[in-house]
């Protein structure tokens, strides 16, 4: 694929200069930044404005699942915005009861009722608020190693250093390690002991904090941010049981692993649980427009069936966002999209990254599934030490920063966080695209290599 436009580097260091001078960009210095000028982007890559393309191994920040500039969602968009452009949430409309229905017919079990927002965190900050007006406690349960949002109750339940700024110590957060074997916190040397152990202390934090006190327990169903961690056979199960015995309410936040990311609708299936509340965003509607939500079990609804739900938002449910969701989902059926995400992921990404990681120094492990995969890059294989230290993040990090030049000039956008790349490409990229990502990140990881 070529790029649509002919290149004009001076539209482009117009755009950039514009940029510079009005927009504050997030998790940035400001003085110290310098964003590539985009201009445009189809399926899986994009283009700037000297006429250099990318392959984007990064799905944006892990939400295009269905690539760039989907015909049938932009139509759709269109045909709404001619339609019905707007209208507020109080009311019943056509394409947001279709984006429900659509969304709730997906979700495991009962989680039937949709509360819609405009993103991922203020989905985690409803989840939490309905969790406590329903057990009437205040507490909530989060692990390290993981990223809720940036708002500010999401912040605060978020597990990683990005945390540190801006955490104020929101009253009420407790953090408890969860399983992560490679780097693991209980010292366990097999998926069953760190199972065991994590659910132990789980349930020690839970008996020392006062389970009376305790509203919920969120988790990523697979930590995306973090590191796709994905947790050991019986965790997750572990977790509803230890919930169900203390009448905490069980929150999987899968505003990064659902909709087909691994190779399934949401991750939840692939570990046979379903909690009590799901939140979603991202891959709903590949972010077309933006678009978040809480899905309900009937127990959580039903606290709210005759009082009333104190909280809502101007937009929830926008009718574009909404005509995007019902686009989406259906360009997902008809196009196989989530069953692409599962055998790339088996036959093509996973074995090319383990293949790679035979043959690089750096590379201490590769996990992931479908089109979530990450990449733990090390100083030295044995010992495990990451490549550049875990509080790494914002700070100078000059192999990872050597490593995402080279992944660049090789024609591919890298996904870099702290001493990790993430290989997480659209669900519906093709196998062409993955083997020349593979080629790409082959050329890249020699750099990284000559750190280890
Ligand atoms: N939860 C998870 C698991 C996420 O990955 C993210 C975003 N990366 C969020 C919540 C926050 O979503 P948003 O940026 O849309 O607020």
């Known amino acids: 694929m070529t790029p649509h436009v002919v290149p004009d580097p001076q539209a482009g260091a117009a755009v950039k200069a514009a940029d510079r001078a009005h927009v504050f960009h997030s998790w940035s210095a400001q003085g110290l930044i310098d964003p590539l000028a985009v201009a445009g982007a189809e399926g899986s890559y994009f283009w700037d404005y000297d006429g ?17 500039q989907h015909p049938k969602v932009v139509a759709a968009i269109q045909e709404q915005a001619a339609k019905l452009a707007t209208f507020a949430p ?3 409309v056509d394409v947001r009861s279709e984006a429900a229905r659509l969304i709730a017919e997906r979700t495991p079990g009962d989680l039937d009722k949709i509360f819609f927002t405009n993103g991922g ?4 900050e409803n989840a939490v608020r309905m969790a406590r007006l329903h057990t009437g406690r205040h507490k909530v349960l989060s692990a390290f190693r993981s990223y809720h949002g ?3 109750t999401a912040i605060n339940l978020t597990g990683d250093p990005r945390r540190w700024a801006s955490d104020t110590g929101s009253a009420g957060v407790v953090r408890f390690w969860a399983p992560f074997l490679y780097r693991s916190p209980f010292y366990a040397e097999t998926e069953q002991q760190e199972c065991e152990r994590a659910l132990a202390h789980l349930e020690d934090t839970i008996a020392f904090e006062g389970p009376g006190t305790i509203a919920a327990i969120i988790l990523e169903t697979i930590p995306g941010t973090a590191g796709i961690m994905t947790p050991p056979p019986g965790y997750l199960t572990g977790v509803r049981e230890i919930c169900d015995k203390y009448g905490i309410v069980f929150v999987l936040d899968e505003v990064m692993a659902g909709f087909g990311r691994t190779g399934k609708w949401f991750a939840a299936e692939h570990f046979d649980v379903v909690p009590d509340l799901m939140t979603f965003a991202k891959g709903v509607n590949s972010g077309y427009v933006p678009l978040g939500g809480v899905a309900i079990s009937e127990r959580i609804a039903a606290t709210f069936e005759t009082r009333p739900y104190p909280g809502g938002l101007t937009y929830s449910g926008h009718p574009l966002a909404c005509a995007a969701a019902v686009a989406t989902i259906q360009v997902m059926e008809d196009e ?9 992921g088996e036959t093509v990404l996973g074995p090319g990254l383990r293949e790679l990681a035979e043959r690089h120094p750096s590379v201490g492990e590769v996990r992931g599934t479908g089109v979530f995969w990450a990449l733990d890059l090390v100083r030295n294989k044995e010992t495990r030490e990451p490549l550049v ?11 990872m920063a050597a490593f995402g030049a080279a992944a660049k000039k090789n024609g591919l956008w890298p996904f ?5 790349t993430h290989a997480v490409p659209a669900c519906n990229v093709t196998d062409d695209e993955v083997k020349e990502g593979l080629a790409a990140l082959d050329a890249a990881l020699t750099v990284a290599d000559e750190h280890t």
Not at 336 to 344: P, S, T
Not at 389 to 399: K, L, R, T, V, W
Not at 416 to 420: A, L, W
């Open 90 to 92: 109080a009311f019943a």
């Open 336 to 344: 196989k999209v989530v069953e692409n995400a599962a055998r790339i």
């Open 389 to 399: 230290p875990y509080n790494a993040a914002g700070e100078a990090n000059a192999p």
């Open 52 to 68: 250099n393309r990318y392959l984007d191994f990064t799905s944006g920040l892990v939400y295009t699942n269905i690539g760039y």
């Open 121 to 124: 965190a203020e989905a985690v």
């Open 150 to 152: 940036a708002t500010s």
């Open 416 to 420: 870099v966080n702290m001493n990790r």
